[in-house]
């Protein structure tokens, strides 16, 4: 059973950092290209970010680029999200999915995905 499982979310005060994990079972990560993506209230969903099956490759939405990282470790099944200089524009349910193939923006093409987790960035 394919499973993905976000945690690392709160609340967080602008300037101020998060890491987000995703921990995943169920199936091979090496095998496949992960994504975050966020949405928040009212808005639709947004691209974050993808890296590549060995982290060779990555592709950031322009929000954050320059201030969130992504990174993987495969031996212990788990994508991190470093996010830095966070504003109140950050503030969304943060998801990571799967994706068979290359880094790619498209939400539409992942096959697999996470419950989310909240992440509010606010003084």
């Known amino acids: 059973q394919v499973q993905l499982v976000e945690s690392g979310g709160g609340l967080v005060q602008p300037g101020g950092s998060l890491r987000l994990s995703c921990a995943v079972s169920?199936?091979?990560?090496?095998?496949?290209?992960m994504g975050w993506f966020r949405q928040a209230p009212g808005k639709e969903r947004e691209f974050v970010g993808s890296?590549?099956?060995?982290?060779?490759?990555?592709e950031y939405g322009n929000s954050v680029k320059g201030r969130f990282t992504i990174s993987r470790d495969n031996a212990k099944n788990t994508v991190y999200l470093q996010m830095d200089s966070l504003t109140p524009e950050d503030t969304a349910v943060y998801y990571c999915?799967?994706?068979?193939?290359?880094?790619?923006?498209?939400?539409?093409?992942?096959?697999?995905w996470g419950q989310g987790t909240q992440v509010t960035v606010s003084s």
């Open positions: 890296i590549d099956w060995n982290g060779d490759v990555l």
């Open positions: 169920g199936f091979t990560l090496d095998y496949y290209t």
């Open positions: 999915a799967r994706r068979p193939g290359y880094v790619s923006g498209r939400g539409w093409t992942y096959d697999s």
